[in-house]
Structures are given as C-alpha cells and as structure tokens.
T-cell receptor, first 114, second 114 residues
Framework: DAGVIQSPRHEVTEMGQEVTLRCKPISGHDYLFWYRQTMMRGLELLIYFNNNVPIDDSGMPEDRFSAKMPNASFSTLKIQPSEPRDSAVYFC????????????FGAGSRLTVL | AQSVTQPDIHITVSEGASLELRCNYSYGATPYLFWYVQSPGQGLQLLLKYFSGDTLVQGIKGFEAEFKRSQSSFNLRKPSVHWSDAAEYFCAVSLGTGYSTLTFGKGTMLLVSP
C-alpha cells in the first residue's frame, strides 16, 4: 500500500483565497483524521470521520473550515477564505477497524497564507 | 480531559549515548499510550504502543518504553543513539476503553551531536 496520500505537499496562497487540501486514506481503513500542526499549538485534531461520516468536528477552528469525505477513498479539508493565521502543516491520518487508535499519517500539506 | 506532558522541548545527546525522553499523562484510568516520531518534512510514524500486559514494550528502530502506573509515565528509551534518530518525538494517549481520539504532547526535539 502507498500509505496515506496527501496533496498538495506545499501550498502558498494569498489571504482571502480558497484552499483545498486532499487526502486518500489507506484502503480498508474506516477512520480518517485531519490534524493541524503549528509551533505554538502543536498537533490539534480538527475533525475525524468513521465510515465517511463526520463524528467529531469540535476541533474545527471556525466556519471558514469545512471537511468532507464523499467516499471511503477521498477526503478534503477546505478553508474559505484563508487567513495568515491558518498557516500550518495539515496532516491526514487513517486507522483500521478496531485499530485501537494506531494511526498512519500522511506526509502533510504545508500551507502558507500571505 | 486527558492531557500529555513532555517536559523537555529539546534534548541533545551524543551519538552512541543512551536516551530517555519523558512523558507524563493525566487521566484517571489506564489509557492507551503511544510514541510517534516525526522526521523533518515527514508525517508521524508509530514507534511503539502500550495497551495492556507487560509494562515494558519494544518498538521499531531499537526503541523501548516503560509504563509506570504509579508515576503516570511512559518514558521512551534507547540504549545507543544514532545520528539518524534526530527527529521530533511525540507521546500520545487515548482512553483505554472503547474508541477515542489521540491526545498528543507538544513533542521533544532530539538533536544528536557527533
């Protein structure tokens, strides 16, 4: 398996623009997580899905953030409009059924908002 | 709410020397415990995990960790550090029953000197 695949790896955009980050989880994994990593706050869980259904989005910072999982092999995290404080590395991770929280992470998408 | 404390932000160790990274958690029951490693520009990789049983667990790359219930600790150790071990190390915890998400510590950056 190719692991968790994220795109783009790097994104530089201007304030106010829409940003879409993409994730392909490992086939057969039924949990998918979006994390944000910053120097100040460390790793923060934004949202997670089980069987394509959002379970907990309490970590989503505000309405500018949204996430979808239209099928078992694809998820997006969208920021609209983007702001400089959204600059961070965004990680997607997935875990198997009954995987007891053993997460496999993607390589991350580094977002810079100017 | 559960929390994870990694008291050392940075640690420098000479190559060949032993290593211990500290992790303390705050939770009423015995949680599931994890150590992940993040190399520069990469996602997090699972080093080892503790669910139950033997309190000394072995992981990949020669790492081990010991769960000490009385101290609420799960310290990571390696007897002889290699230059390739330079990375950031994250301790994480989740509830020990049912399904719950991971809570990560802020991480410890390991620097290896020649």
């Amino acid at each position: 398996d190719a692991g968790v695949i994220q795109s783009p790896r790097h994104e530089v955009t201007e304030m106010g623009q829409e940003v879409t980050l993409r994730c392909k989880p490992i086939s057969g994994h039924d949990y998918l997580f979006w994390y944000r990593q910053t120097m100040m706050r460390g790793l923060e869980l934004l949202i997670y899905f089980n069987n394509n259904v959002p379970i907990d989005d309490s970590g989503m910072p505000e309405d500018r953030f949204s996430a979808k999982m239209p099928n078992a092999s694809f998820s997006t995290l969208k920021i609209q409009p983007s702001e400089p404080r959204d600059s961070a590395v965004y990680f997607c991770a997935s875990s198997a059924p009954l995987g007891a929280n053993v997460l496999t992470f993607g390589a991350g998408s580094r977002l810079t908002v100017l | 709410a559960q929390s994870v404390t990694q008291p050392d932000i940075h640690i420098t160790v000479s190559e060949g020397a032993s290593l211990e990274l500290r992790c303390n958690y705050s939770y009423g029951a015995t949680p599931y415990l994890f150590w992940y490693v993040q190399s520069p520009g990469q996602g997090l990789q699972l080093l080892l995990k503790y669910f139950s049983g033997d309190t000394l667990v072995q992981g990949i790359k020669g790492f081990e960790a010991e769960f000490k219930r009385s101290q609420s600790s799960f310290n990571l150790r390696k007897p002889s550090v290699h230059w390739s071990d330079a990375a950031e190390y994250f301790c994480a915890v989740s509830l020990g029953t049912g399904y719950s998400t991971l809570t990560f510590g802020k991480g410890t950056m390991l620097l290896v000197s020649p």
